[in-house]
């Protein structure tokens, strides 16, 4: 039996390795990264897996006589919940330093000489 890397199988199937990795574990398929090397029984595992969400996900209106439309149903995304954090507490900034005016220094008055 020949082996294909993960990310050979990505490509094929048009998914990116970090999807194709999730839908394996989904599986129970084991893998450590994009380079793990998959068996051709579980590649079609994967395959017939993504082929059934195709058609479960499809929607077919006839619009007239030879007219199908088909779309496929949008499914909400995984929303990756970002952590949310508290804001950090704001330290006040230190109080403005005040420095008191300086003390008055008066020049000593002239003593009065005597005259000489």
Do not use: F, W
Request: hydrophobic share 40%.
């Amino acid at each position: 039996m020949s082996k294909v890397r993960v990310y050979e199988v990505a490509r094929e199937l048009s998914l990116e390795n970090n999807e194709l990795m999730k839908r394996l574990a989904t599986l129970g398929i084991q893998v450590r990264n994009h380079m793990s090397a998959l068996d051709v029984a579980e590649i079609d595992r994967v395959k017939r897996a993504i082929e059934k969400d195709k058609v479960e996900n499809t929607v077919e209106t006839k619009l007239r006589a030879g007219v199908v439309r088909r779309r496929t149903v949008a499914q909400p995304k995984d929303e990756v919940v970002a952590e949310v954090r508290a804001p950090e507490p704001v330290a006040p900034p230190p109080p403005a330093r005040v420095e008191p005016p300086p003390a008055r220094v008066e020049p000593p008055a002239e003593i009065p000489r005597e005259p000489e």
